[in-house]
């Protein structure tokens, strides 16, 4: 008799604790990325956001979706790795019942990649209690400032003689490409002289950039993607050797040119702003 009832509350207190899993794990982050077919530096860039997230916020269930379809069929069939359209993780998100979600892009600016992103949950609204869209890594007015300060605190060329470091972004047709020169303007108002940004498709050009790097007075150049990922725009288009690479027009205009594969998700101060957003969006939301 006593065993019997001793096995009934065992039964309901494994029932209780299984229901209150349950109810936790309905509270997710989908972090959202462009994508890289580049395996390791996806590891430390991508995968390293997504696992520091996780442990800053081990209540909730973590999960990723790539938006460039390009790089997920690629992955699927070089490495059998299979990774979410942003379609194909919100279907899922609904399907397993997930009642509050924060929709975390990793994206570098507020261009039209984020307002995709926008168009493709937006219709997903209505399935969940609650849900909140996060912001890119620029976005406020005070992040230009935290921006320079973790450029500074990473890049040891910054403020070497005779020598300019330049930051190459992707750019957009979009408005918010003027991120770019506001990220430029920020960097030499905070004292930071020998820092340029360019953007690969976008203001300013790389002809603009070896305009002022030429008119600082700089006998080598060393360059930085200013991309989450230092992945095929910086190893190509940036280092590459091709004639219209940002690294042959600096050699042809009689700079010494060294270069750096660092995406910016491997600097741990472009990491701590992406939480600040997160934590503001999870608490705005009311999560």
């Known amino acids: ?44 860039t991508l995968d390293a956001i997504e696992q520091a997230v996780a442990k800053r916020y081990p209540d909730w269930d973590v999960r990723r979706a790539y938006t460039a379809q390009t790089i997920i069929d690629i992955l699927e069939k070089r490495d059998g790795l299979k990774i979410d359209n942003i379609t194909e993780a919100m279907d899922k998100l609904v399907a397993d019942g997930v009642k509050e979600l924060v929709v975390q892009p990793t994206f570098v600016m507020l261009g039209s990649e984020y307002e995709d992103l926008i168009s493709q949950i937006t219709p997903y609204s209505k399935k969940f209690e609650k849900i909140a869209l996060g912001k890119p890594l620029i976005y406020y007015n005070e992040d230009y400032d935290a921006i320079a300060d973790a ?10 003689e005779n020598t300019a470091v330049v930051l190459m972004g ?26 340029f940004v360019g953007a690969m498709e976008g203001f300013p050009t790389i ?12 006998k080598k150049v060393v360059q930085y993607p200013l991309m989450i990922v230092a992945g095929s725009h910086a190893v190509k288009d940036m280092a590459g050797s091709k004639d219209n690479s940002w690294t042959s027009l600096l050699i042809r205009a009689g700079f010494e040119v060294e ?14 702003i ?5 934590d503001r969006t999870i608490k705005e939301a009311g999560l």
């Not at 002809?207 to 700089?218: D, P």
């Not at 594969?261 to 472009?270: M, Y």
């Open 1 to 44: 008799m006593i065993l019997a009832f001793l096995l009934i509350v065992s039964l309901l207190v494994s029932t209780t604790t299984c229901l209150t899993l349950a109810k936790e794990a309905k509270r997710t982050i989908l972090v959202v990325s462009f994508g890289t077919s580049y395996n390791e530096n996806r590891v430390l």
């Open 274 to 278: 992406i939480f600040r957003h997160l």
């Open 170 to 195: 992707h750019g957009s047709r979009h408005f918010a490409n003027a991120s770019y020169a506001a990220m430029d303007y920020m960097l030499h108002a905070k004292g930071y002289e020998n820092v």
């Open 259 to 272: 270069n750096r594969l660092v995406g910016l998700a491997q600097n741990e101060g472009i990491i701590n």
């Open 207 to 218: 002809e603009q950039v070896i305009a002022k790097v030429t008119a600082f007075g700089a």
């Open 151 to 160: 450029l500074a605190s990473a890049i040891p060329e910054i403020g070497q």
